[in-house]
């Protein structure tokens, strides 16, 4: 996180500076850092409520044993996909909840189920300071476009005279299969690799 | 044209997990109550790595390094048939979901939803996630620092995704 993080934030604080200077155009820069900041804080606290709500939620669903029973029902593909995880573990019910979520395109809820996924994977396979491989495929599987009908794009291709908004579904679906195909691929070959040589990486 | 699965479904669920809650006798409120602070929570574990990094896309936007980087990647994109206009989309994509749709709006006032470009960009941000974004946010809720070949395994499905988003649109739309 923190090496990967440290490359992009330093470099594209310096990357803008230095382009700004050379445009002489500092001041956008010094008011977009201004202006950026603050939208940062509204987005969190967008995050905060949704995050809460659906977190209060999906305690409710743990407690009754909701998930436990959804994600009985929808994990034996993902145990495929996730070895060495409980499968009536909290993380595997997070993961089938955040799996779903982002199928049907509930991106607010498919956050707060992701995070409480990771933590519930680190509590699991403590994790410590170095990502386990489950943990690695859970998020660049997230990072990937799972959701089955693309809605905001639809709505905007509509409102922007489209004569087929919904035109794009099958090249969006092959594309978006190729995608999440080839992420899940290229996790399993890097983890598996890694294991080979031991630590490291 | 307007359905929206996310319309019935959140209020659906809602029902749904009050429902079975109360039927197995769960006390609904306080297990609610208790969320919501484990929810509190992880926003606060997330918010720095939130502002750092909304804070230098900001920034980067702003002096103009989008463009600057689409003309250096001029040479690329045209050597596989990927349309000019999309690639601002191709470089603010992993960093910023608002800031892809407002490039994708851009694309299409400019050129129309049904052009070549104006669907290669629906396909593009239909098929794709905002992948730094995600792993940074996805990370900072664990105390993970070292995240080996997660971006590496999340960049192989992006960069061969938007290749292929102009290929796709070229076989099923025809142009």
Redesign the interface.
Known sequence: MSVMMKWVFGGLIILSVIIGFIRGDAAAVSNAAVSACGEAVTLCITLCGIICLWSGVMRVAQTSGLTKLTAKALSPVLRRLFHGISPKGEAMQFIVLNITANLLGLGNASTPFGLAAMRALEKEEKSGERATDNMILFVVLNTASLQLIPTTVAALRLQHGSAAPMEILPAVWVVSLINAALTVTAAKIMGAAARRRGAGL | ??F???DY??PL??A???I??L??K???FS??????E???G??RD??P?????????????????VE?LTEWLKPVTELFGFPAECTPLVILRPFSGSGA?AL??NI??QT???SFA??VA???????????Y?????????????????????L???V??WI??AA??R???GA
Not at chain 2, 49 to 65: E, I, P, W, Y
Not at chain 2, 123 to 129: A, I, K, N, P, T
Request: hydrophobic share 55%.
């Open positions: 044209m307007n929206n699965i996310g479904a959140v669920i809602f749904a997990v009050f079975f809650g039927a197995k769960t006390d609904v297990e609610f109550l208790k969320g919501v484990e929810g509190l992880t926003v997330i918010f790595s939130l502002m750092a990094l909304v804070t230098c896309v900001g920034m980067f936007r702003a002096c103009g390094g600057l749709v994708y709006e299409l006032t129309g939803a049904d104006g669907r629906s396909v593009m941000l239909g098929s794709s996630e905002t992948t730094f995600t792993i940074a946010v996805y990370f900072s809720a664990t105390k993970v620092k070292k995240i080996r070949y997660a971006l590496a395994a999340a192989v499905g992006d061969c995704g292929l988003s796709a649109v076989i099923f739309l």
